[in-house]
């Protein structure tokens, strides 16, 4: 099963009640109502499939409820294609200290690593959906960098209490 399927499915399970908030969520996402949504996921086009309108609220209310904290890293530049992997290492390389990173291009995991000090997070570089960034966020590593095209920072999210992975895990939401 896809993480698009594993997301869609989330949305089905909804109350009618919830289906309909998810739906005005994916309405605003098409209008550009928040602003800074493609930190979270990002398409071609203005698109905004039902399983990234879900997967935005989930996220949305954890940043919302002060569960999520970043930081803007700045780069520079924005993101090259992902052919060019050169390119946006060259980028990369001017990160400020304490951060650096590295970019290797993948479209099955994570596009690269941010490093600082001893911690690492995934980075994902362009598009990606939004289960994506609630799958690193949420099950991977507590963290995750967003650098997405169009902009020339990236944005570090983590969870503020580590201990939000095991209680999500317990209420049995996500995979």
């Not at 590593?141 to 967003?146: T, W």
Request: proline share 5%; hydrophobic share 40%; net charge neutral.
């Amino acid at each position: 099963m896809g993480l698009a399927q594993i997301a869609d499915d989330g949305f089905h399970a909804l109350s009618d009640e919830k289906k309909l908030l998810v739906l005005d969520v994916q309405k605003k996402l098409r209008e550009d109502f928040y602003e800074d949504s493609d930190f979270f996921f990002q398409h071609h086009r203005n698109e905004a499939p039902i399983a990234d309108a879900y997967m935005f609220s989930l996220l949305w209310n954890l940043l919302q409820d002060d569960k999520i904290t970043w930081i803007d890293i700045p780069v520079g530049a924005t993101p090259s294609a992902d052919h060019f992997v050169k390119e946006n290492n060259a980028k990369l390389s001017k990160l400020p200290a304490p951060f650096s990173a590295t970019f290797w291009r993948s479209s099955k995991d994570e596009d690269g690593v941010l490093l600082w000090g001893r911690r690492v997070a995934p980075l994902e570089v362009g598009t990606t959906s939004a289960f994506t960034t609630w799958h690193r966020l949420c099950f991977r590593s507590a963290s995750v960098a967003r650098w997405p095209y169009g902009r020339d920072f990236i944005r570090l999210y983590t969870l503020r209490d580590p201990l939000l992975l095991t209680k999500l895990r317990m209420k049995g939401i996500g995979r």
